[in-house]
């Protein structure tokens, strides 16, 4: 079974430009969760869907960051305009139930220049 | 609120001998309390997790935690280190009833030497 994957590993943008990211859950995992790791800190909590609603999105930082979850399957989560502060390890995770395990992507790592 | 507390920036064992990375929480209720290791250029890799009953959790690659709620600590531990065992260790606490966000603890780097 393939785990949770990111697109892409990797991302070097200019300030002000636009980054977009994506995940794929693991297959028939209704719920997927983004966090990110700035600065070497703690890993925060950004938002959970359920299928395609947003359940929760009380860790999102500003109004630059959005993530949506089209037809319930994979989620993009698009930083515009991108911002130094920005640059960080972002995570996706899945879990088939809210209160199961939820499993990690290798994360893209965001460098904001 | 619920928080997470790693001590501990760094731990260095040598190969062979007992480890243990710390780890205490605060939350309300009950907890659900995780550990996740991060292999270098890898992602965050499940280790364990304590929901309820035994105290004494066993995981992937011969790890173990104790979930001691008077102390409100979730140690991690390994009887005999192995140079593989050297990477980024993250403790994650959910609260039972207060939603599905993980908090997670600053990370500890456990470097295991020969």
């Known amino acids: 079974e393939a785990g949770v994957t990111q697109f892409p590993s990797h991302s070097v943008i200019e300030k002000g430009q636009t980054v977009t990211l994506r995940c794929d859950p693991i297959s028939g995992h209704d719920n997927l969760y983004w966090y990110r790791r700035v600065m070497g800190k703690e890993i925060k909590f950004l938002l959970h869907f359920v299928k395609e609603s947003k359940q929760d999105e009380s860790g999102m930082p500003n109004n630059r960051f959005l993530a949506e979850r089209t037809g319930g399957t994979y989620s993009t989560l698009k930083v515009q305009p991108a911002e130094l502060e920005d640059s960080g390890v972002y995570f996706c995770?899945?879990?088939?139930?809210?209160?199961?395990?939820?499993?990690f992507g290798p994360g893209t790592r965001l460098t904001v220049l | 609120a619920q928080s997470v507390a790693q001590p501990e920036d760094q731990v260095n064992v040598a190969e062979g001998n007992p480890l243990t990375v710390k780890c205490t929480y605060s939350v309300s209720g009950n907890p659900y309390l995780f550990w996740y290791v991060q292999y270098p250029n890898r992602g965050l890799q499940f280790l364990l997790k304590?929901?309820?009953?035994?105290?004494l959790v066993k995981g992937s690659y011969g790890f173990e935690a104790e979930f001691n709620k008077s102390q409100t600590s979730f140690h991690l531990k390994k009887p005999s280190a192995l140079v593989s065992d050297s990477a980024l260790y993250f403790c994650a606490v959910r609260a039972y009833d207060a939603g599905n966000m993980l908090t997670f603890g600053g990370g500890t780097r456990l470097m295991v030497k020969p």
């Open positions: 995770a899945s879990s088939q139930a809210t209160t199961d395990t939820q499993y």
């Open positions: 304590y929901i309820t009953g035994d105290n």
